[in-house]
């Protein structure tokens, strides 16, 4: 069967003005000062001759709502459907916003910069798509221990907001080498799990993954790099004291030793003799579930409403009201998930969530005895925020109800979510549960 791929790679600076409001803490209410690393995306087109798949990984928070808009504009210069267009956002907090929501913490948004941003991601893919030629694809995996949980069990069913590593991680490096016939390489793409949250302020800049691209990009010069964000909701980047028991904030040069660390993983994966060869033909799926939240506590909300944190209290009048008003409260979201398979030597499934990393750890076991390699990431198209696997529902904490509330939403969302989207990834891949 034949590997020979048409592929074409192209990447754009993103970054925004000094002064955009920077997304991903909500407390962070200060202006951006200053850019400490500049921002990209990477494009990555790959053609069969059948079936066009379109990769965007960009160092922005996500693309959340912005999806339909950017794909429509994608789809407009290359022609490739939206339901093969995969945009993933690498999730640094020190980039700029760009959800709606961001607009209530911050009274505005920077329409302009968000116009450049689609322009520019459009014409990116563009350059991509028609850039395409000849090429071959490896698939290896390296591993790196930059992540830690942030759910440690406090041994009373629930968890503290501390490093743990007693709790699941997924210190796995996948790597696609994007290589000419003649065996040049010309594109890394690569994905880790941990959240790019090493620092809060008003710096711009990429986090780890910025800097694991300098490393991957001195050693291979002119070779384009794209990182796509893994299964990292309850995964943070560990402390520069390894015996710490808080996360603090990284300076700068700590951030960029992360990004060493990553980017070595990668580099010795390419220099090893382990990759193998991707071949078969390309198939796409893409599922929209509906997903659903617990219904409103209504004395739970009654006794919000002068009670706990700022966002608690909004939390609470938000759905008071709405009650009160006979206003519609939503419990069902939109949730996409989208697969593709190299025959059966590679899928790729994109969840549309901030997955907690036991999501990724169960599809990887649950579908390799029937691929070869496997790619599994988040933060993918439209982002519906934190899902936790079951086993942590009873737990509580931020990625189970905290979160949940910064949304407005009614509850966490229900015990059966995780089953039904590993259920639906089974059946778009068509293998066996």
């Known amino acids: 069967m034949s590997s020979t791929y048409q592929v074409g790679v192209s990447t754009v600076d993103i970054t925004p003005p000094v002064g955009i409001y920077l997304a991903g803490f909500a407390a962070r209410q200060e202006r951006s000062t200053e850019v400490y690393h500049p921002l990209k995306?990477?494009?990555?087109?790959i053609d069969d001759g059948q079936t066009p798949l379109l990769i965007v990984g960009a160092e922005i928070l996500g693309f959340y709502e912005q999806t339909e808009e950017v794909r429509s504009r994608i789809n407009a210069a290359t022609g490739i459907d939206p339901a093969h267009i995969i945009l993933n956002g690498s999730h640094t907090h020190c980039g700029p916003c760009?959800?709606?929501?961001?607009?209530?913490?911050?009274?505005?948004?920077?329409?302009?910069?968000?116009?450049?941003?689609?322009?520019?991601?459009?014409?990116?893919a563009k350059t991509a798509w028609e850039d395409r030629s000849p090429a071959h694809l490896r698939f290896g995996t390296g591993r790196c221990d930059i992540a830690r949980s942030r759910r440690k069990p406090d041994g009373k069913g629930g968890v503290e907001w501390v490093p743990s590593l007693d709790a699941p991680h997924d210190h796995d490096v996948p790597v696609i080498a994007v290589e000419s016939p003649e065996g040049e390489l010309r594109c890394v793409i690569f994905s880790y799990a941990c959240h790019p949250t090493s620092r809060s302020g008003t710096l711009i800049g990429g986090d780890y993954v910025c800097f694991a691209y300098?490393?991957?990009?001195?050693?291979?010069?002119?070779?384009?790099?794209?990182?796509?964000?893994g299964c990292a909701?309850?995964?943070?980047?560990?402390?520069?004291?390894?015996?710490?028991?808080?996360?603090?904030?990284?300076?700068v040069d700590e951030i960029r030793d992360l990004g060493v660390e990553l980017g070595e993983s990668v580099t010795r994966v390419l220099a090893s003799q382990d990759l193998r060869h991707i071949s078969g033909p390309i198939s796409i799926a893409q599922t929209v579930l509906n997903i659903e939240t617990e219904p409103i506590d209504m004395d739970l909300v009654t006794s919000s409403l002068?009670?706990?944190?700022?966002?608690?209290?909004?939390?609470?009048?938000?759905?008071?009201?709405?009650?009160?008003?006979?206003?519609?409260?939503?419990?069902?979201?939109?949730?996409?998930?989208?697969?593709?398979?190299?025959?059966d030597a590679l899928a790729i499934v994109g969840l549309a969530a901030e997955m907690n990393v036991e999501h990724g750890l169960r599809l990887k076991r649950e579908l390799a005895p029937y691929f070869e390699n496997l790619l599994v990431v988040a933060y993918t198209n439209d982002i519906v925020g934190y899902i936790?696997?079951?086993?942590?529902?009873?737990?509580?904490?931020?990625?189970?109800?905290?979160?949940?509330?910064?949304?407005?939403?009614?509850?966490?969302f229900v015990e059966d979510t995780e089953d039904r989207i590993h259920n639906a990834v089974h059946d778009m891949l068509n293998v066996l549960k």
């Open 41 to 45: 995306a990477t494009a990555v087109a």
């Open 233 to 251: 909701g309850d995964q943070k980047t560990k402390p520069v004291d390894p015996t710490s028991g808080t996360f603090v904030q990284r300076e």
């Open 388 to 412: 936790p696997v079951r086993r942590q529902i009873p737990e509580g904490g931020y990625e189970v109800w905290s979160n949940q509330q910064h949304w407005k939403r009614t509850g966490p």
């Open 214 to 229: 300098d490393h991957i990009e001195a050693v291979y010069p002119d070779v384009a790099t794209c990182f796509l964000q």
């Open 306 to 343: 002068d009670a706990g944190s700022e966002y608690v209290r909004a939390w609470a009048r938000h759905l008071f009201d709405s009650v009160e008003n006979n206003n519609p409260v939503a419990t069902r979201f939109p949730f996409e998930i989208q697969t593709v398979r190299f025959g």
């Open 98 to 124: 760009i959800r709606e929501m961001d607009r209530e913490r911050h009274g505005e948004l920077d329409d302009d910069y968000l116009e450049d941003l689609f322009e520019n991601v459009a014409r990116c």
